[in-house]
């Protein structure tokens, strides 16, 4: 039997994987996280993805490997993880009362099969105040998600409305991920 890889040292990712009884072990790709300006933000997610995969599945070719990567956008606009409070204030102000998309993008690697996707979800935002962007970035939770929000934690009171997937908003879409996985012929 094939093992399972995630590669990536989100913690959300990896109680994702969990919720759904998948057995894995997680290694952390050594890669530069760049892309080529102008790409489209799916095909963004999904490169990123797939050379995280990759770094991973060079060593492990006989394993299924996830690789997984998440941006937020608004207005065409790619959201990164806030390089510091300002950064995240900027984010968060821009995402206050509209609404925005995350693509999550996943790439599964075994041996020479790959399989790549992107889901994207829209979400809406109520009106935040200065004081509660404030107290949000105080929590330290923005800084190490895209967008300077996770929709999993307190980040969670933000949100008006959501439409699509909800666990690729946290990070990994496990419905359809357990569903290419079967595909592809891994068996838990």
């Not at 890669?31 to 933000?41: D, N, R, S």
């Not at 941006?71 to 995240?88: H, R, S, W």
């Not at 990070?171 to 079967?182: F, Q």
Request: charged share 25%; proline share 4%; no cysteine.
């Amino acid at each position: 039997m094939s093992s399972l890889i995630l590669a990536s040292q989100s913690p959300r990712r990896k109680e994702l994987l969990k919720q759904i009884q998948l057995s894995f072990t997680t290694l952390s790709p050594q890669v530069e996280e760049t892309f080529e300006e102008g790409m489209l933000p799916g095909e963004v997610v999904m490169y990123l993805a797939d050379i995280k995969a990759a770094a991973v599945s060079g060593e492990h070719p006989d394993s299924y490997v996830i690789g997984s990567d998440t941006v937020v956008t608004k207005d065409g606009k790619i959201l990164g993880k806030p390089k510091d409070e300002d950064d995240a204030r900027a984010m968060l102000t821009e995402l206050s009362g509209s609404t925005h998309d995350v693509y999550t993008g996943v790439s599964i690697h075994h041996g020479r099969e790959v399989n790549r996707f992107y889901e994207r979800t829209t979400v809406t935002f109520w009106e935040l105040s200065p004081s509660e962007i404030d107290g949000y970035i105080a929590s330290g939770e923005p800084f190490d998600k895209a967008g300077a929000y996770g929709i999993q934690g307190i980040g969670a009171k933000f949100v008006k409305g959501i439409e699509g997937d909800y666990y690729a908003v946290v990070g990994l879409p496990v419905s359809r991920v357990n569903r290419t996985l079967a595909e592809m012929g891994y068996r838990a």
